[in-house]
């Protein structure tokens, strides 16, 4: 099956070698891999304690692009998330399970999600991996929301969830020079462009229409509190 684009709608492949059961990778700079966690006692021995998703990805950057008078540019991302559909207490995912449904949890997600323009590297030739993660930076800010940056700079690196993301990614921090139409890639979601300001993040973030972790995160590393 393939996208009108021409690509396969299905694009995430079982990963090679004997090691690999239930692990998948992505050729776009994604995989996520099975593994077994394994506690190492003082006298030398292992014990196996549990199996979980580990998800590797490219090197990336995330892109807080802010004006002179710090708002700071946002866009839409269409994500498959959404409020927990029924309250079952601490036993959610087990009760999803026990009734079977899955499909009735998938029917209720999906939506609009605010976030700080980011991406993974794609560029095979550059070695110098700053000069990488900066090259994105200000790839990503013009394509899903049309922002001309500059002053760009690494300021730290945030992980979406340690238990579950081998990887940090890199938080750029860019000035807004100007602004253009958007120029987002085939397979991405892109919605509006938006310069927020502090108190306008404030307010959204208590009503719970701002949760997205990664943004949260670097806009703390640059300075900006909510």
């Known amino acids: 099956m393939q996208n009108p684009w021409g ?5 995430w492949l ?15 700079g994604f995989a ?6 394994v506690k190492n006692a003082e006298d030398g ?28 540019g946002l866009v839409q991302n269409f994500r498959m998330n959404g409020e927990r559909f029924f309250s079952a207490g601490s036993d959610y995912v087990r009760q999803l399970h026990a009734d079977n449904r899955w499909s009735e949890l998938l029917e209720t997600l999906g939506g609009w999600s605010w976030e700080a323009p980011r991406g993974l590297t794609t560029d095979p030739y550059e070695e110098d991996l700053e000069r990488f993660v900066l090259k994105t930076a200000k790839a990503e800010a013009l394509e899903e929301g049309g922002f001309i940056i500059g002053n760009t700079r690494i300021v730290g690196q945030v992980n979406a969830n340690t238990t579950f993301f081998a990887h940090p990614q890199w938080v750029v921090h860019a000035t807004i020079i100007a602004k253009e139409k958007a120029q987002p890639e085939d397979l991405e979601m892109i919605g509006k462009a938006k310069l927020f300001t502090v108190e306008e993040l404030r307010k959204l973030a208590k009503d719970g229409k701002f949760t997205d972790g990664l943004t949260l995160a670097g806009m703390a590393l640059c300075g900006i509190s909510l």
């Open 7 to 11: 690509k396969p709608v299905v694009g």
């Open 14 to 28: 079982p990963t090679a070698g004997p090691d690999g059961i239930g692990s998948l990778h992505n050729p776009m």
């Open 45 to 72: 021995s292992s014990q196996a304690l549990y199996d979980q998703t580990l998800i590797i990805e490219n090197p990336g950057a995330i892109v807080i692009a802010t004006t002179e008078d710090r708002r700071i």
């Open 32 to 37: 996520c891999l099975r593994v077994m966690n």
